[in-house]
């Protein structure tokens, strides 16, 4: 069994284009749900106004590149105001139940034949990401080797012995781009939650009522944080799209929120590094067990006849669920997660 | 006081008597029972300077009538209780008068301005703070954030200027700053690191009124202050309740606790079903034979509590 391979691949998908979506959209949310207690089960929704916002634009619309992204970022701001408007004024519940509908509404209306000429129904759009990708500025065809660092005809291999890490060229792009965002989000959302205004973020989140009570307009907060949430998880859509070079409506599906949810949860809620952590953790685990199990059966260490190929993928989101419920009983909090924090009776 | 030879200023010599302060310290509750004295024991009293006028204010639940109260005037400076038995209307009354809730219909000022119509948030920051009967400490916070999270105009609570520290750094020091010395007050300095979800019930009412102090409020709305204290921690709630006054903040609760009611009150205010049935002195309360049937008569229990 190729340990080697398992594990470079696990470790090269751990940070790369995949998981960096999983980073953002789950920073986004970890405004929303982690600092502000809003539960916005329509985060794929968020991701898919901004891939689709983007993808239409160029392509349906012939527009430059720049006004899809920017189109892309107004629709999720739209989508945050028409879920919050009618919600947030009301209990916590009813922006859960409204925004997990809302997402499936999204998804069925880029899904939908009657547009099916512009959105390409349930095929998805293609022929977007070209403007992206030209401002590549990593060689195509580059060869150099730098110690561990080599580059073989534009895919970058990093050494480490015990595994290595291998980008593409079009991945090496996505990745700068991504890590960049996240950098940038990172910073602007720790500046936030330590200033008054994530202050009120917090008491709305322990409750909203005695933050009232202190002269504080809780929905405008609330819409702030829905709104920010929301752009930032269509910059997620917007890095899914690209690094994919097409977008799908069934990629927007519940899941792709609850992935979020999971991410969020391992790494740490209300916690600034947290999303980046379980994203990582939570991406290598999956294409561990998926790499894994595969490499096993391949190689005869489990035999076929127990488990075969087609079986891994069920059996690793198994794996996965058992792992989360484990983490729920013995470290609630996440990884980052502060546990005196959490032990303290929240009603 | 002695210049007053009314009724009501012979009736309470029990208050007076009972302060361990010399009065001179205690200028604000000889100004309060002063500019009560000649106010009549009446529902919809009128009173020489009020901070707070409702007229009509009627809150329906379908066909139940929670609240309809036809005039209610606060004294400034003054600590007035709102007592009654359970399902009096009292807490609907204080949702209404606080912005929790709306009125179907009614209006009322507020220092001058009409306040009905306002959103709690915006009645807060016009003067009138409010507590809560089951106390809303915000848990997972510190003491000291649940302080600061208090304090009224913060440049920094503004989504943009968050982002910039060196806007608020000096507004958010001097709030500090303010906020030690009400934990002092309050002896809750020890504990400012703490989370709020670690401290005692009683602790927490206290936290709450030094919360709502952070507004610099002209009015503060307690409802059931006393409610699940311990009786050493209420004594030292009573001064606390009476310093208000002294600072001159008016102060409105909702009481069960006649006993407390006798000490602190310099007016009482007294609703049953819905209505003010009476208005007076605490000892014109005690007497007044509506209360007493109020209470003993179809609520018997609820007087117990």
Redesign the interface.
Known sequence: MDWHFVFSQALTQAIGPTMIVYALGAIGLNLQFGYTGLLNFGQAAFAAVGAYGLALSVVAFGLPFWWGIVIGLCAAVVLALLMGIPTLRLRADYLAIVTIAAAEIVRRLFRATVWSEHTGGSDGMRGFSDPFFALNPYPENGNFQLGFVSMDSGRLVVEFGLFNLQYSGRDLWVMTVGWGLIAVFLV?LG??VH??????L??I???E??????????FAYKM?ALV?GGLIGAVAGFVFALSRANVQPDAFSTDFTFYFYVVLILGGAARIFGPVLGAALFWFLYNIFAQGLSQAINSGVISADVINQTQVGPLVFFLLGLGMVLLLIFRPQGILGNR??LM???? | MSDEASTPEAAQPEPESEQPVAPADRAGITAARASLADVSPEPGAPKQDPILKAEGVRRAFGGLVAVDVAHLEVQRGTITALIGPNGAGKTTFFNLLTGFDRPSRGEWVFDGRRADRMRSYQVARAGMVRTFQLTKALTRMTVMDNMLIGAADQLGERFWAGLIPPLWKAQEAANRQKAMELLERFKLVDKREDYAGELSGGQRKLLEMARALMLNPKMVMLDEPMAGVNPALKQSLLEHIKDLREDGMTVLFVEHDMDMVHEIADWVAVMAAGQLITEGTPDQISADRRVIDAYLGAHHDAAQR
């Open positions: 602007v500046l936030l200033s008054p205004w994530g202050r009120v917090k008491g989140r322990e409750d009522e005695a933050v009232r009570s202190l002269g504080k307009n809780v702030q920010i005196r924090e303290l009776d929240v009603r």
